[in-house]
């Protein structure tokens, strides 16, 4: 079974920076690229970013791109997320998505809030 744990989302004040976590288990980690995508309350899935099983090759959204970095540990089966400058734009729950850009298999999410 497929299972996605991500953590690290929190309050945060504009311009701050979080790092969330992803943990995964029940399939061959390496194996798989990895993706983030974030969602606001009302509104669609955004796709932020990806990572393939080796740590590369990697994607950036626009929205996001110069603020966001995205790396990955195999041997810890982890997936990261490094969120700088964040914007008050930012806020979302975001997901960590076992392949890329579509995946249907995300976890249940971390909710980050910027906010002064």
């Known amino acids: 079974e497929v299972q996605l744990v991500e953590s690290g989302g929190g309050l945060v004040q504009p311009g701050g920076s979080l790092r969330l976590s992803c943990v995964a288990s029940?399939?061959?980690?390496?194996?798989?690229?990895m993706a983030w995508a974030r969602q606001v309350p009302g509104k669609g899935l955004e796709w932020v970013s990806t990572?393939?099983?080796?740590?590369?090759?990697?994607w950036i959204a626009d929205s996001v791109k110069g603020r966001f970095t995205v790396s990955r540990d195999n041997t810890e089966n982890t997936v990261y997320l490094q969120l700088n400058s964040l914007k008050t734009d930012d806020t979302a729950i975001y997901y960590c998505?076992?392949?890329?850009?579509?995946?249907?298999?995300r976890g249940q999410g971390t909710q980050v809030t910027v906010s002064s």
């Open positions: 998505a076992k392949g890329g850009v579509g995946s249907t298999e």
């Open positions: 029940g399939f061959r980690f390496e194996s798989y690229a």
């Open positions: 990572i393939g099983g080796r740590g590369y090759p990697t």
